[in-house]
């Protein structure tokens, strides 16, 4: 239970962490960067929990973020050259280089965000790695019962697992069928229709 609990808050504590250049990216604000690192602590993992589903949806996102992490790099270099006090860069003075202020900042961050929201919501290939993902996620479930709860909830992801597959059935069969298998999605269908067979069976023979 320890080593559990241990996991747990050091789970916090990297999010937390992860945080911190992001921040800057926006802000040197003492005060901003503490409370929002704070809030991190506080509600992150909860908060990634509740949108692990939609995450599937945006199948853009990690291009969007590479971006937004590329542009946070470049901004805290040319912040370190702009007050600049290292005697070997330009004898100890501060570099005249472009320097991002917080509102520009914000501007092209939250314009990257949304550009790739956008992008993912309109695009088929968002709609069916959702789908896939969601199948997976269901089999999984079923597959693996005793880590999602009661026993008693098997059939209910069984049956969402069969309205997953009946969702697939709109895309292109192809493309799915090379999507399942990259993903393991195949794999995990196929053991929970095998795992539910065996215990139909064993209601039958009661």
Known sequence: MLLVMVAI???DI???LDSIPAIYGVTDNVY???TATAFSLMGLRQLFFLIDGLLDRLVYLKYGLAVILGFIG???????LYDNRLFFINGGEPVDVYHFDPYTSLGIIVGVLTLTVVASLVSPKGAMVS???SLHRHAHAYNNVQYHGEAGEREIHYEKMLAAETALLKFDETRIGELMEDTGTTWEVEQARRAHAAFETEIDAD
């Open 74 to 80: 470049v901004k805290l270099i040319l912040e370190a």
């Open 14 to 16: 990297l999010f937390a």
């Open 131 to 133: 789908a896939v993902k």
């Open 9 to 11: 808050g050091g789970t």
């Open 32 to 34: 901003i960067v503490f």
